[in-house]
T-cell receptor, first 114, second 114 residues
Framework: AQKVTQAQTEISVVEKEDVTLDCVYETRDTTYYLFWYKQPPSGELVFLIRRNSFDEQNEISGRYSWNFQKSTSSFNFTITASQVVDSAVYFCALKETSGSRLTFGEGTQLTVNP | ETGVTQTPRHLVMGMTNKKSLKCEQHLGHNAMYWYKQSAKKPLELMFVYSLEERVENNSVPSRFSPECPNSSHLFLHLHTLQPEDSALYLC?????????????FGPGTRLLVL
């Protein structure tokens, strides 16, 4: 069965600090997909990134970067020079190629203080 | 028009009421989903529709009844709900359900059952 664990329930940082959100997953599939979503207070889940299991290249998009390590089943998300607008709940999710189900972690509440 | 819209955004209902949640996607997708997000719980998949056919029903009580009249619209009919059904109900859509398909979410309906 697939499972996603986000061990950090809440993180609080001061603006301009770097912050890393951890995500560890479990799956028996050899091909799968990993996602990060952001949920601001308004409620909508905003898609941030999708990573294929066969592509371990790390990715950077502006202040966001993602570190995918298959050996440790982790897909961590780093925000550099955090801003107050980054305050939200961040969800990591896993999808196996054979199914329609997107399995979410419990989310990490990030608060960036001015 | 944003990608996935949901109405109403907020709903208060008594346990004997009947109401419906509506979701509309403007992305040209052919799959739609209902998720439930309760406090301190991961997102739970409720239903999946692909090409207007229900392909997954995740052991949801019969007091929740989905309807997908076409690929752009999805409804969730509610009747005789319980207070524990109070939650954020999120709709999502994707182009297909298998493989790497990214799900795009609406803003959700915050439901309170009294």
């Amino acid at each position: 069965a697939q499972k996603v664990t986000q061990a950090q329930t809440e993180i609080s940082v001061v603006e301009k600090e770097d912050v890393t959100l951890d995500c560890v997953y479990e799956t028996r599939d050899t091909t799968y997909y990993l996602f990060w979503y952001k949920q601001p207070p308004s409620g909508e889940l905003v898609f941030l990134i999708r990573r294929n299991s066969f592509d371990e290249q790390n990715e950077i998009s502006g202040r966001y970067s993602w570190n995918f390590q298959k050996s440790t089943s982790s897909f961590n998300f780093t925000i550099t020079a955090s801003q107050v607008v980054d305050s939200a709940v961040y969800f990591c999710a896993l999808k196996e190629t054979s199914g329609s189900r997107l399995t979410f972690g419990e989310g990490t509440q990030l608060t960036v203080n001015p | 028009e944003t990608g996935v819209t949901q109405t109403p955004r907020h709903l208060v209902m008594g346990m004997t009421n009947k109401k419906s949640l509506k979701c509309e996607q403007h992305l040209g997708h052919n799959a739609m989903y209902w998720y439930k997000q309760s406090a301190k719980k991961p997102l739970e998949l409720m239903f999946v529709y692909s090409l207007e056919e229900r392909v997954e029903n995740n052991s949801v009580p019969s007091r929740f009844s989905p309807e997908c009249p076409n690929s752009s619209h999805l409804f969730l009919h509610l009747h005789t709900l319980q207070p524990e059904d109070s939650a954020l109900y999120l709709c999502a859509s994707s182009q297909g359900v298998r493989g790497s398909k990214t799900q795009y979410f609406g803003p959700g309906t915050r439901l309170l059952v009294l």
